[in-house]
T-cell receptor, first 117, second 112 residues
Framework: GAVVSQHPSRVICKSGTSVKIECRSL??????MFWYRQFPKQSLMLMAT?????????EQGVEKDKFLINHASLTLSTLTVTSAHPEDSSFYIC?????????????FGPGTRLLVL | GENVEQHPSTLSVQEGDSAVIKCTYS??????FPWYKQELGKRPQLIID?????GEKKDQRIAVTLNKTAKHFSLHITETQPEDSAVYFC???????????FGRGTSLIVHP
C-alpha cells in the first residue's frame, strides 16, 4: 500500500522559534498533500491543501504567514510553524492522495507531535 | 459545506459483543464515506469505505451500511476484540471533491 512518512515524529521547542515538519510519499508521487491538526481527543481539522508547484490552499481561519507550506517536489511537502507559541502545541498529520486510486482515498502519515514550551 | 455528526463519542463494550457507530451527513451530494481507525498517538488508517451506489459493504468482522435517503451511515463491528480499542472516525466526501469532512470521532473501548 501507499506509504507516507513524516519527520520528526515529535519535537519540543522554545516559544518564538520556528519548526519545520516534513511529509514524504515513499512509493508514489503525490501532486496533492494535506495538512491536518488534531487536538487531544478531537477530530482532524484540515489546515491546508498542498499542491506541487503552486501555492497551498488554506482553510478559513488558518494563518498563512504562521503556517508556511511548501510542496517543492512530487514526494515532499513541508509545514513550517513560524514563531511557535504554546497554543501551537498539537499533533500535526499530513496525508496524500494516491494517483490511480479512487480520488477520495487519503493515506496518512504517522503524525508529528509538537510541544512548544 | 458538508457537516458530519458522529455518535456516540465514547462506546464501551465487552469482548465478543458488537459495536455500532453512527454518522449523519448534511449534503446529499456526498458520495464517498470512509471510516478510519486511529490508535493512540498513531496515524488514522482506512478500515472500510462505501460509495453512494452501494447500501452495504462487509469485510470480515467489519461492515458499513448507508442510507442515502436518511443521509446516515453506520459502522458495525462484530465479535469485538481488545485490539479493536481505538478512536474511529467517519467521513464524507462531496462528489467532485477529494477532501473529506470528518466526524468528531468515537472512542471504542473493548474490555477483555
Amino acid at each position: 500500500g501507499a506509504v507516507v512518512s513524516q519527520h520528526p515524529s515529535r519535537v519540543i521547542c522554545k516559544s518564538g522559534t520556528s519548526v519545520k515538519i516534513e511529509c514524504r510519499s515513499l512509493d508514489f508521487q503525490a501532486t496533492t498533500m494535506f495538512w491536518y491538526r488534531q487536538f487531544p481527543k478531537q477530530s482532524l481539522m484540515l489546515m491546508a491543501t498542498s499542491n506541487e508547484g503552486s501555492k497551498a490552499t488554506y482553510e478559513q481561519g488558518v494563518e498563512k504567514d504562521k503556517f508556511l507550506i511548501n510542496h517543492a517536489s512530487l514526494t515532499l511537502s513541508t509545514l513550517t510553524v513560524t514563531s511557535a507559541h504554546p497554543e501551537d502545541s498539537s499533533f500535526y498529520i499530513c496525508s496524500a492522495r494516491v494517483p490511480g486510486v479512487p480520488q477520495e482515498t487519503q493515506y496518512f502519515g504517522p503524525g508529528t507531535r509538537l510541544l512548544v514550551l | 459545506g458538508e457537516n458530519v455528526e458522529q455518535h456516540p463519542s465514547t462506546l464501551s463494550v465487552q469482548e465478543g459483543d458488537s459495536a455500532v457507530i453512527k454518522c449523519t451527513y448534511s449534503d446529499s451530494a456526498s458520495n464517498y464515506f470512509p471510516w478510519y481507525k486511529q490508535e493512540l498517538g498513531k496515524r488514522p488508517q482506512l478500515i472500510i469505505d462505501i460509495r453512494s451506489n452501494v447500501g452495504e459493504k462487509k469485510d470480515q468482522r467489519i461492515a458499513v451500511t448507508l442510507n442515502k435517503t436518511a443521509k446516515h451511515f453506520s459502522l458495525h463491528i462484530t465479535e469485538t476484540q481488545p485490539e479493536d480499542s481505538a478512536v474511529y472516525f467517519c467521513a464524507a466526501s462531496i462528489r467532485g471533491s477529494y477532501i473529506p469532512t470528518f466526524g468528531r470521532g468515537t472512542s471504542l473501548i473493548v474490555h477483555p
